[in-house]
């Protein structure tokens, strides 16, 4: 038992733990993660408090001294917030940059003026996953659902037939790939490649939102037959502009930090040579603060000018994309100190030795322990981040490519079945006008495909590569 104490937390002994050690670290593990739960469902506490007392409780369980206990939490956000903090940032502000300049609006109605009928759907799956690139999901669904909604009620379609695929493209775009924040804190944190998560991202994300989203939304078009609700159609950002930004320069900007971070990815396999000038380069051009720095300061000129942004109006956008992110880096913050007290304490060194003796993959252990900290949590976020402290030590054992598909299995996991512990689901629900049955039958049914076909493709190409 001693092992669980001020030894546990300070030391970086590797010695494996006796079987009552294990005990008392899972009933602490299952123990804190029940007071988050508890906090954010029952008393509805902000999942930043919820996170910070959880992780002390944790510590308290595990036999801790408080004030190791405090050390490892703040450590942990501190570290998580250096990691990802600035990414996320740079990441709202050309959100913001895109949303405001009316270059979301362009991107929407350029593809939608070549669609219609049966291609409907697979419109609003590109452009959900265009839109959800570089936006958290709660600001793609705000920028979406009058899309949606007017799409459905013009063209007389199926509310579900057109919402499904947006909904399916910016749901994967949020668990799969960087630069959101739940997908770039866990390669942070099990030290994946950047570059090559995102290239395999997107192996994984286009199988998947085709299947979450055009395929499925057939079904729950049967399923679940409403019309559009008319209260819900809010005006657009670009009604209030009298040009905006076209469509090529929009997705040119939308796709340079991809493009940037994905070369660096590239040169890596092909030159293989840290020493190398040219690998050298692109170490620098490829890394996500300057891809995405250089994204926001082009888009000041490609997004802001032809808006007919002022200096004052574009300083004004990014004060005001930065604003609503404080919530956002305080909860993946808190997540990183909760990852911080689980493994201080012992317990990733506790699942890496009880992994050895089960004949499950790290990567679908990786899925599994993030699908459980979704169900109980509600939060995508808090479940990759939470998961991705647990499944770290497991990556030591991978290669390169194995660790960033344990990353993408993490992230798949993350989005396991949207139930009322989730703010997404009622953010889906209100928008849509839906019942909680039919929000089930819908929303969270396809969340939980995502997760699975996921997961399903993270397997497959494991076997492959």
């Not at 990802?84 to 929407?108: H, T």
């Not at 399916?168 to 390669?187: F, K, Q, R, W």
């Not at 009880?354 to 990786?366: C, E, F, Q, Y």
């Amino acid at each position: 038992m001693t092992r669980l104490s001020v030894e546990m937390l300070a030391a970086d002994s590797v010695e494996p733990i006796t079987s009552a050690g294990h005990a008392r670290l899972g009933i602490a593990v299952l123990a804190g993660i029940a007071v988050i739960v508890l906090l954010i469902t029952r008393f509805k506490l902000h999942a930043f408090l919820a996170l910070t007392i959880g992780s002390l409780a944790l510590g308290a369980f595990a036999g801790a001294p408080l004030d190791k206990a405090i050390a490892s939490f703040t450590t942990g956000l501190g570290s998580t917030v250096a990691g990802v903090g600035v990414l996320i940032a740079l990441g709202a502000i050309l959100g913001k940059l895109l949303a405001d300049s009316g270059g979301a609006d362009q991107i929407v109605d350029t593809i939608l003026a070549r669609a219609g009928g049966r291609s409907m759907p697979w419109a609003m799956v590109l452009i959900a996953s265009a839109i959800g690139l570089p936006l958290f999901f709660e600001v793609g669904i705000v920028l979406l659902i009058p899309v949606v909604l007017m799409v459905a009620k013009r063209g007389n379609y199926s509310l579900m037939r057109i919402g499904v695929p947006a909904l399916a493209g910016l749901s994967v775009m949020h668990a799969l790939i960087p630069p959101h924040p739940g997908p770039l804190a866990a390669i942070d944190t099990v030290k994946a490649n950047l570059g090559l998560t995102l290239a395999l991202g997107i192996v994984v994300a286009v199988p998947t939102v085709i299947i979450a989203g055009p395929l499925f939304s057939r079904f729950a078009a049967r399923w679940v037959d409403v019309p559009a609700p008319d209260r819900m159609i809010p005006q657009r950002p670009s009604e209030e502009l009298e040009k905006r930004p076209g469509f090529g320069v929009t997705v040119a900007t939308i796709m340079l930090p991809v493009v940037m971070m994905l070369s660096k990815a590239l040169v890596d396999i092909v030159v293989d040579d840290p020493g190398h000038l040219v690998q050298r380069v692109f170490d620098v051009v490829g890394s996500p603060l300057i891809a995405l720095l250089a994204a926001v300061l082009v888009g000041m000129f490609t997004l802001g000018r032809p808006a007919g942004f002022s200096k004052e109006r574009l300083s004004s956008a990014v004060e005001k994309g930065l604003m609503p992110i404080a919530g956002i880096l305080l909860i993946v913050g808190a997540g990183g100190g909760f990852k911080q007290t689980l493994i201080d304490s012992g317990v990733g060194q506790m699942i890496l030795e009880i992994s050895k003796d089960w004949s499950i993959p790290a990567l679908l252990l990786a899925w599994l322990i993030a699908v459980a900290i979704r169900l109980a949590t509600g939060s995508a976020t808090v479940a990759t981040i939470s998961a991705a402290g647990l499944a770290a030590p497991l990556a030591a054992d991978l290669s390169t490519t194995h660790t960033a598909l344990l990353v993408l299995a993490i992230g798949a996991g993350s989005v396991f079945f949207s139930h009322v512990n989730d703010a997404g689901f009622w953010l889906v629900k209100e928008y849509f006008g839906l019942g909680v049955g039919q929000t089930v039958k819908t929303w969270s049914v396809m969340e939980t495909i995502i997760s699975v076909v996921g997961g399903g493709v993270v397997l497959l190409l494991s076997l492959v590569i």
